[in-house]
């Protein structure tokens, strides 16, 4: 619910749009664990909505959603290995996700 609550924030569904609101959620549920804030929580490092931008940590949380299953993170980890944003740049590593994101 916590996580849901944050993608209303997000993108002003139902409520007055807020990126640092949606962030604090997404960080809430996170901290539970939950898949879908994890990667949620990668995008606004990645791109800077509702927090400092921080790639090196995006590429983290995607790595802790990918690493529960979650396909979303599982494809974005694989472009901050094909695009070396926040990882070393590994071309194999990318394709192997993105193999694993498309069997999911």
Do not use: M, P, W
């Not at 139902?14 to 898949?35: I, P, T, Y």
């Not at 929580?41 to 590429?59: E, F, N, P």
């Not at 740049?89 to 694993?100: E, G």
């Amino acid at each position: 619910a916590i996580c849901n609550l944050g993608v209303c924030y997000d993108t002003g569904s139902g409520v007055k749009k807020d990126k640092k609101r949606a962030a604090a959620l997404f960080s809430q549920a996170a901290e539970k664990g939950h898949a879908d804030a994890i990667c949620n929580l990668g995008v606004c490092y990645d791109t800077g909505s509702g927090v400092k931008k921080d790639i090196k940590r995006a590429a983290a949380l995607f790595s802790q959603a990918a690493e529960k299953g979650h396909a979303d993170a599982i494809c974005n980890l694989g472009v901050c290995y094909d695009t070396g944003s926040g990882v070393k740049k590994d071309k194999k590593r990318a394709a192997a996700l993105f193999s694993q994101a498309a069997e999911r």
